[in-house]
């Protein structure tokens, strides 16, 4: 009776919360990776309930659809896994320095689309009347100027007029793809088919008999400089003080205008680039859906990397190995294809809302009352 | 034929407008839901569902049907499994403070796949050769419309001809735009959007207000995706049929500068605009193309004029996409 009337008198919430110190790395990771296990747990369950199967043999489907049959030395399915993880990661690094800076470049889909659209213009137009070597220096760096270009315009518009940036990109993003079909049906091959099924010339050039391994190289070597240019070059300062606060900013002498603009010219390169190893490189090709929402995936891996590059290649390795695992699933066990957008959509869903148990803690009454005795 | 073209309007500018209006409500609590395509989806195919289901328990014979029911169940249906979804977009957002645009477009991701997934296990079930599932009849109860509109002529065909999805959409705007202006639950909302810490301190439940208006918007958000299936399609859902109308709801909240009202009349404009190219003669498959860009750069055409003029009722809520915490100074 005595407690009750006790705590009536004080009003002392069931329970808070509260900001962590900063946890030790390895105790969010565990955390992170408990997040990512109960999301796979929780989706072979809906897996056995969808399909009646048995329970393990969801994850083995998942990582045979990934990897394929390792043990028998096919290594295609391999080679088509880095090679979508590379591209993944490649929009997510362009994406990253934006993100650093709070600038919400949801436009990297069209940024790069933009930059694959030059591609091809290049590749279909150009191959004529410039001889290879040229020509390939000449669509890299028409590719990496539009998206820069697609990029830039946003940025502009924010530093000057605080113009919002998340919707100003997002919406970039459907004018490059009307764009691209436009294009499509112009200069359709065949012609009037209203679509540009494969370009025969100006590809680039393949590295040790493997389609995928020309990407692969460019992004890791991408990688590195974005990690150095992020962590050790004035610019990275400069974005991160603009990140994170743009009065600290303009008051140590750093023209944020500038920044914005500079940076947003850089993510909007970047992604012209992967555009251009996507259409010149792999596909040969370019519709609407080239690019096929990698755009705003990689906003997502950007985040749950914490716009670190290297967690930022775990994170794009787990999504597409998810995408391309319950893809496996699906066909497997006559499931709709769509299952790998649940499973990837359920993963990153409790990954994001993981993190508020690596930031914050819970603290629940009782404790506090322990402690004040 | 203006009549027609002006009717063609409203009916595409219909999920437009629930989408909007929807987002409308959530953005004015703080929180920019970049995971309404995803929620209209959900809308969408739990309107399905429902609808299916009944069909299927009534013999799929319209005879043993009950007009009341065979509207009332895809609807609510809709409404649940919307609101679902803004449940865990607040629970991530409000609850557990994740990021808004990750979240958002996580959850975009997952509610086109439910939307796909369920719509083709469902099309597997019927066993039927298309790829889409037919829901003919459910679908004639919503199509009902008003019998003395054809004698009208065009008067009739532009007021009074449609369904009543189409006038609910209209007062479900007016309803919101009362709230939002003229009433405490609005004013408190309005302030918990602009401001939270003085919002809290000024004693509203900050909490309360971020979920119920992440629910409620998303609730009307999904109808816009049953009024897409059940009127604009006659019934038949098929996968990715919906498109990115979303996106397009997400951009007219910006066209009609965050007011309701203006969101009825930009939808109509938005639902033209999709469709003008359909009535300009002459005009090539590309071109057509092109005509599909207008809604897009329209709304960044009013983006950028409204930030240039900075004129303040024209603005996001001030806190728009910020989180808030308490404890945070």
């Known amino acids: ?373 | 034929m203006i009549a027609a073209i002006i009717r063609r309007a409203i009916l595409l500018g219909i999920p437009l407008l629930y989408g909007s209006t929807g987002e409308i409500v959530t953005e004015k609590s703080g929180h920019l839901n970049l995971g309404i395509p995803g929620i209209m989806y959900v809308g969408g195919i739990s309107g399905v569902i429902g609808a299916f289901l009944y069909e299927q328990a009534c013999g799929n014979n319209v005879e043993n049907m009950n007009a009341v029911l065979a509207i009332l169940i895809p609807f609510l249906c809709s409404v649940v499994g919307s609101m679902l979804m803004g449940l865990i977009y607040s629970f991530l957002t409000v609850t557990l403070r994740a990021n808004q645009n990750v979240t958002g477009l996580a959850l975009t991701t997952f509610g086109i796949g439910i939307g796909n997934f369920f719509g083709g296990s469902l099309i597997k079930l019927t066993n039927s050769e298309m790829p889409s599932i037919v829901l003919t009849k459910t679908s004639g109860f919503y199509s009902v419309t008003l019998p003395f509109a054809d004698d009208l002529g065009w008067f009739g065909e532009i007021f009074l001809s449609h369904e009543f999805l189409t006038y609910l959409a209209v007062i479900v705007a007016l309803v919101v735009s009362f709230v939002l202006n003229r009433t405490r639950v609005g004013l408190n909302l309005r302030a918990v959007g602009e401001n939270p810490a003085t919002a809290d301190a000024a004693g509203i439940n900050v909490t309360k207000y971020k979920y119920l208006a992440t629910c409620i918007g998303s609730a009307i958000a999904g109808l816009g995706g049953l009024q897409y299936v059940m009127v604009y399609t006659d019934g038949v859902w098929s996968n990715d049929a919906f498109g990115d109308r979303g996106w397009l709801a997400i951009a007219l909240v910006i066209f009609a500068l965050w007011k309701p009202t203006m969101a009825i009349f930009g939808s109509f404009l938005f639902g033209a605009l999709c469709n003008i190219h359909n009535y300009i003669d002459g005009l090539g498959v590309a071109t057509q193309e092109l005509f599909k860009m207008l809604p897009y750069v329209v709304t960044v055409s009013v983006l950028v004029i409204t930030s240039m003029r900075k004129k303040r009722e024209h603005q996001p809520p001030e806190s728009l996409g910020l989180p808030y915490f308490r404890e945070e100074r």
């Not at chain 1, 315009?153 to 997002?170: C, G, R, V």
């Not at chain 1, 459907?174 to 436009?182: E, G, T």
């Not at chain 1, 499509?184 to 679509?195: K, R």
């Not at chain 1, 680039?273 to 891996?301: E, K, P, Y």
């Open chain 1, 1 to 373: 009776m005595r407690e009750q009337v006790v705590r009536k008198h004080h009003h002392e919430p069931l329970m808070h919360i509260a900001k962590r110190d900063d946890m030790a790395w390895w105790k969010a990771w565990l955390i992170r990776l408990a997040a990512v296990l109960i999301a796979l747990l929780f989706v072979g369950v809906i897996s056995v309930i969808l399909n009646g199967g048995v329970f393990f043999e969801t994850y083995g489907t998942m990582f045979r659809g990934a990897f394929g049959r390792l043990g028998s030395g096919s290594t295609r399915l391999l080679w088509k896994f880095l090679q979508e993880t590379a591209i993944l990661l490649g929009i997510s690094l362009a994406v990253t320095p934006a993100f650093k800076m709070k600038f919400w470049n949801c436009g990297a889909e069209g940024q790069a689309l933009i930059g694959g659209l030059m591609s091809a213009i290049c590749m279909m137009k150009l191959s004529d009347s410039l001889p290879y070597p040229l020509l390939l220096v000449v669509t890299v760096i028409t590719s990496v100027a539009a998206g820069a270009v697609w990029g830039v315009i946003p940025a502009i518009f924010k530093a000057y007029y605080k113009t919002n940036e998340t919707l100003f990109t997002l919406m970039m993003n459907y004018i490059a793809m009307q764009l691209v079909a436009y294009y499509a049906y112009v200069n359709a091959i065949p012609a009037g088919s209203g679509q540009i099924q494969s370009i025969d010339t100006g590809h680039l050039p393949v590295i040790g008999g493997q389609a995928y391994l020309l990407n692969i190289l460019v992004i890791t070597v991408l990688t590195v400089v974005m990690a150095i240019y992020l962590k050790y070059s004035k610019h990275g300062y400069e974005i991160a003080v603009v990140g994170e606060s743009q009065n600290t900013a303009r008051y140590i002498g750093i023209n944020v205008k500038k920044v914005i603009i500079r940076t947003m010219l850089i993510s909007g390169a970047v992604c012209g680039l992967i555009g251009c190893l996507l259409v010149a490189g792999t596909d040969h090709s370019v519709n609407a859906n080239t690019v096929g929402g990698l755009g705003f995936t990689a906003i997502m891996v950007s985040w749950l990397g914490q716009f670190n590059p290297g967690i930022m290649i775990i994170m794009s390795a787990l999504i597409v190995f998810l995408d391309s695992g319950a893809a496996k699933v699906a066909d497997t066990f006559y499931l709709n294809g769509s299952y790998a957008d649940i499973v990837a959509g359920i993963v990153i869903l409790f990954v994001v809302g993981c993190e508020f148990f690596i930031r914050y803690t819970v603290k629940f009454r009782h404790a506090q009352k322990e402690v004040d005795a």
